[in-house]
């Protein structure tokens, strides 16, 4: 139910298969030298895949301390789901995704943004429609084999928000749905004083957390029919 590493001094090839599934649990991931990649509005140093385009479906890092463009990100995501991924076969770092600059979540709607990271995820920059005039459903998927930490407002516009850390989340700025489910499960949860979390009639779902929950700022799910509310952990407060 863990993450497998595999590291290689310059390259990694594996034939045959791989299980880190618990016989009664999680799946486990493995990770394949992962790199570390930014988000960021400066020319990019990875692979997106397919070749030929934009759009792109997926961008993986090809060296250390990557950057993905977020314009061609956006422009991929307005057409098809984008994963971004830390692996990389001559990578030697832990794996860090980070949103260093906004996205601009204007046009996507319908389509899914996935980030997954072989080590932390870090929000430092707004997610979300800058253009909010236009209705943008996005659905926004983070998953980590170590801590998620939100530093910077998300909204999704009505599009699903789901994180899912081996580790701790961490949120310190507002999350907001307009109406898409909120789930979230790892370790310990902790919002933050002023990190307020609003669905809009969205479900907020806070039950896959093995460690203390403790909300510091309020949770309205209001609107719409109205949401609910489902919190579980080794304790709540």
Same mark, same amino acid.
């Not at 790199?35 to 692979?47: C, E």
């Not at 830390?86 to 319908?110: E, F, K, R, W, Y």
């Not at 943004?113 to 997954?116: A, G, I, P, R």
């Given at each position: 139910g863990g993450s497998i590493e595999v590291s290689g001094l310059r390259h990694v090839e594996i034939f045959g298969?791989?299980? /880190?599934?618990?016989? +009664?649990?999680?799946?486990g991931?493995?990770?394949? #030298?992962?790199?570390?990649?930014?988000? /960021? &509005? !400066?020319?990019? =140093?990875?692979?997106?895949?397919?070749?030929?385009?934009?759009p792109y479906s997926q961008f993986n890092p090809a060296m250390d301390d990557?950057?993905? #463009?977020i314009a061609i990100l956006l422009q991929s995501l307005q057409n098809n +789901?984008?994963?971004? %991924? =830390?692996? &990389?076969?001559?990578?030697?770092?832990?794996?860090?995704?980070?949103?260093?600059?906004?996205? @601009?979540?204007?046009?996507?709607?319908?389509r899914q943004? @996935?980030?997954?990271a072989g080590h932390d995820i870090l929000v430092n920059a707004a997610i979300g429609d800058l253009v909010p005039a236009t209705a943008d459903a996005t659905a926004l998927n983070l998953v980590a084999n170590n801590d998620i930490t939100i530093n910077a407002p998300i909204d999704t516009g009505g599009g699903m928000l789901s994180i899912d850390?081996?580790?701790?989340?961490?949120? @310190?700025?507002?999350? =907001? =749905?307009?109406?898409?489910?909120? !789930?979230?499960?790892?370790?310990?949860? *902790?919002?933050?004083a002023g990190a307020?979390?609003?669905?809009?009639?969205? #479900? !907020?779902?806070? *039950?896959?957390?093995?460690?203390?929950?403790? !909300? +510091?700022? %309020?949770?309205? %799910? %209001?609107?719409? /029919?109205?949401?609910q509310i489902r919190i579980s952990g080794s304790s709540i407060s």
């Open positions: 298969t791989t299980d /880190a599934s618990a016989p +009664n649990g999680d799946a991931t493995l990770v394949i #030298d992962p790199s570390n990649v930014t988000l /960021a &509005n !400066v020319g990019g =140093t990875g692979d997106w895949i397919p070749g030929g385009g934009p990557a950057v993905a #463009d +789901n984008v994963t971004i %991924t =830390t692996m &990389n076969g001559a990578g030697s770092q832990l794996g860090d995704i980070t949103v260093a600059d906004p996205l @601009n979540l204007d046009g996507t709607g319908g943004l @996935n980030l997954q850390a081996t580790g701790d989340v961490a949120v @310190n700025d507002d999350i =907001t =749905t307009d109406g898409g489910t909120l !789930v979230s499960g790892g370790g310990d949860f *902790t919002s933050a307020a979390i609003a669905t809009g009639g969205g #479900d !907020v779902i806070l *039950t896959g957390h093995s460690g203390a929950v403790t !909300v +510091n700022d %309020t949770i309205d %799910t %209001t609107g719409g /029919a109205g949401g």
